[in-house]
């Protein structure tokens, strides 16, 4: 069992920054994929930043050139730094971790909480 906790969620006006983490602890063997997701009222849910184990990056065209996701993987944590924050920005945001359990030798998607990022004036 693995747990994901975010952080890094609030209130920012446009044009501002924030940068939101993702800690992965518990059982843990090995981690692949690390993403961010988010969804806002009324909209479906879209991939925002993902990352690969070798540190590879895909973004969202909508965040493309103001978002950079990126990990430690000595403290299994994923972050996503948010610069130039917009007010369709405002979701909640969800981490998301492909990991590798030593128990069922199987990958499982393992979702955070969620984080609530509000960009108003």
């Known amino acids: 069992q693995v747990q994901l906790a975010e952080s890094g969620g609030g209130l920012v006006q446009p044009g501002g920054s924030l940068r939101l983490s993702c800690a992965a602890s518990?059982?843990?063997?090995?981690?692949?994929?690390m993403r961010w997701y988010r969804q806002a009222p009324g909209k479906q849910r879209e991939l925002v930043a993902a990352?690969?184990?070798?540190?590879?990056?895909r973004y969202g065209d909508s965040v493309k050139g103001r978002f950079t996701i990126s990990r430690d993987n000595a403290k299994n944590t994923v972050y996503l730094q948010m610069n130039s924050l917009k007010p369709e920005d405002t979701a909640v945001y969800y981490c998301?971790?492909?990991?590798?359990?030593?128990?069922?030798?199987?990958?499982?998607?393992?979702w955070g909480q969620g984080t609530q990022v509000t960009v108003s004036s």
């Open positions: 998301n971790v492909q990991h590798f359990e030593s128990t069922t030798v199987r990958v499982v998607n393992y």
């Open positions: 518990g059982n843990i063997f090995s981690i692949y994929g």
């Open positions: 990352i690969t184990s070798g540190g590879d990056t």
